[in-house]
């Protein structure tokens, strides 16, 4: 079954604690995105990744590291979690005219 | 900067009638547009889609319009159903269409029987 996914589903975590999403997906598809989804915003993206160790700055990139070392994996790292970025994250795997979500991540940050 | 905007947070209607959903847009480089559906706790998920040289793509029960010269498109949805109630996103790209989404704010959908 094609799919996109993220773990963990649920993540509660402090400032200042280092953590990964880690995306996956079976696809084989070339691009993949990390978007954030917040109230009266709807989802903006994060970072994309164009291929192998191609990666570029979305719309809201601060705060945020990506790296894509194979194919398959995008994980989304948070150096340093802020309240701010308490959120609902969704990764996507891409061809050129669509894109697959992930079921999401919703991070709690305190 | 909202360079897609869907200005309806919500809409009801009544199961077997018309849903309309509008979504406008600033950027005229965008020439590819998509509609996804959001049920809680899920992923979007890919409806409909439409190339700028299009007016209008249809798919059973979903029909999208698009207007350049307004910068505006809309989703049509005949009948509704109580199954789509949902939050429905528009989005849209350029050039390299599935990787780099803007997304409006979404509108929930509810479909009362």
């Known amino acids: 079954e094609a799919q996109v996914t993220q773990n963990p589903r649920y993540l509660i975590t402090v400032t200042g604690k280092k953590l990964t999403v880690t995306c996956s997906q079976n696809?084989?598809?070339?691009?993949m995105s990390w978007y954030r989804q917040d109230p009266g915003l709807g989802l903006r993206q994060i970072y994309y990744s164009m291929n192998v160790e191609v990666t570029d700055k979305g719309d809201v990139p601060e705060g945020y590291k990506v790296s894509r070392k194979e194919k398959r994996n995008f994980p989304l790292i948070l150096e340093s979690p802020s309240p701010n970025q308490t959120s609902l994250y969704f990764c996507?795997?891409?061809?050129?005219?669509?894109?697959?979500f992930g079921q999401g991540t919703r991070l709690t940050v305190v | 900067d909202q360079q897609v905007k869907q200005n309806s947070p919500s809409l009801s209607v009544q199961e077997g009638r018309i849903s309309i959903l509008n979504c406008d847009y600033t950027n005229s480089m965008f020439d590819y547009f998509l509609w996804y559906k959001k049920y809680p706790a899920e992923g979007p998920t890919f409806l409909i889609s439409?190339?700028?040289?299009?007016d209008k793509n249809e798919d059973g029960r979903f029909t999208v319009f698009l207007n350049k010269s307004a910068k505006h498109l809309s989703l049509h949805i005949v009948p509704s159903q109580p199954g789509d109630s949902a939050v429905y996103f528009c989005a849209a790209s350029w050039g390299t269409s599935g990787s780099r989404l803007t997304f409006g704010e979404g509108t929930q959908l509810t479909v009362n029987p």
């Open positions: 439409i190339s700028s040289i299009k």
């Open positions: 996507a795997s891409s061809t050129n005219t669509e894109a697959f």
């Open positions: 696809m084989n598809h070339e691009y």
